[in-house]
């Protein structure tokens, strides 16, 4: 055994246990609280195998999937959560979080740091169809922890019907036997009031 090989993956292993900690805007579906990056990965891990069923491609690897969800948000570590709807933080989103990937996989012994980071590179591109199901499910988690709590985070930053259609598309693209429930979900969110309709929509008089 490479004992300096074993110290590195346990410093990665502790460190990442920060994740634990980053909130994120959303709250648990019971409403107790704001969910945090590790509930949030889980989340999505657990709703790539329970859906992979409706994938659009069916070469979508399960396995790729799930190590894609649990890595790609390990660099909001550093560089905290930035909330889908702000305009002024995803101006430097794609900064703090290529300085925090260069930080945090530098942990790991050499070619496993390479091998996440790929994984994190591949889900943020969206080009294959591993990290298109993988998005879709990023996509579609927040929808419904949306759609439990009454639009809480929507509410909250004024966010439009529009806005949201933009943010979803990846799973009408990925899984698109889903799009039809997520269409309903959307019509019944702006017919209740937790979101702004088009027509209210500024950019859109």
Same mark, same amino acid.
């Given at each position: 055994?490479?004992?300096?090989?074993?110290?590195?993956?346990?410093?990665?292993?502790?460190?990442?246990?920060?994740?634990?900690?980053?909130?994120?805007?959303?709250?648990?579906?019971?409403?107790?609280?704001?969910?945090?990056?590790?509930?949030?990965?889980?989340?999505?891990?657990?709703?790539?195998?329970?859906?992979?069923?409706?994938?659009?491609?069916?070469?979508?690897?399960?396995?790729?999937?799930?190590?894609?969800?649990?890595?790609?948000?390990?660099?909001?570590?550093?560089?905290?959560?930035?909330?889908?709807?702000?305009?002024?933080?995803?101006?430097?989103?794609?900064?703090?979080?290529?300085?925090?990937?260069?930080?945090?996989?530098?942990?790991?012994?050499?070619?496993?740091?390479?091998?996440?980071?790929?994984?994190?590179?591949?889900?943020?591109?969206?080009? #294959?169809?591993?990290?298109?199901?993988?998005?879709?499910?990023?996509?579609?988690?927040?929808?419904?922890?949306?759609?439990?709590?009454?639009?809480?985070?929507?509410?909250?930053?004024?966010? #439009?019907?529009?806005?949201?259609?933009?943010?979803?598309?990846?799973?009408?693209?990925?899984?698109?036997?889903?799009?039809?429930?997520?269409?309903?979900?959307?019509?019944?969110?702006?017919?209740?009031?937790?979101?702004?309709?088009?027509?209210?929509?500024?950019?859109?008089?």
């Amino acid at each position: 055994m490479d004992k300096r090989r074993l110290e590195k993956q346990i410093n990665f292993l502790a460190e990442i246990d920060k994740m634990k900690s980053v909130y994120r805007q959303t709250l648990l579906m019971d409403r107790s609280r704001r969910e945090t990056d590790a509930e949030h990965s889980w989340h999505l891990a657990m709703m790539a195998m329970t859906l992979l069923e409706y994938r659009q491609d069916p070469s979508a690897d399960l396995l790729r999937v799930l190590r894609m969800v649990l890595v790609h948000d390990l660099v909001e570590i550093y560089a905290g959560d930035t909330f889908a709807y702000d305009p002024e933080g995803n101006k430097t989103k794609e900064k703090r979080e290529k300085e925090a990937a260069d930080r945090l996989f530098a942990i790991l012994p050499e070619e496993q740091g390479a091998e996440y980071r790929a994984l994190w590179e591949e889900f943020d591109r969206q080009e #294959t169809p591993d990290a298109r199901f993988a998005v879709a499910m990023d996509r579609l988690q927040p929808f419904l922890s949306n759609y439990m709590t009454q639009g809480h985070t929507w509410k909250l930053g004024h966010v #439009t019907e529009d806005q949201v259609r933009g943010r979803v598309g990846m799973i009408r693209e990925a899984v698109p036997e889903i799009w039809p429930w997520v269409e309903e979900m959307l019509a019944e969110c702006v017919q209740k009031g937790w979101l702004i309709p088009a027509s209210r929509d500024p950019q859109h008089p």
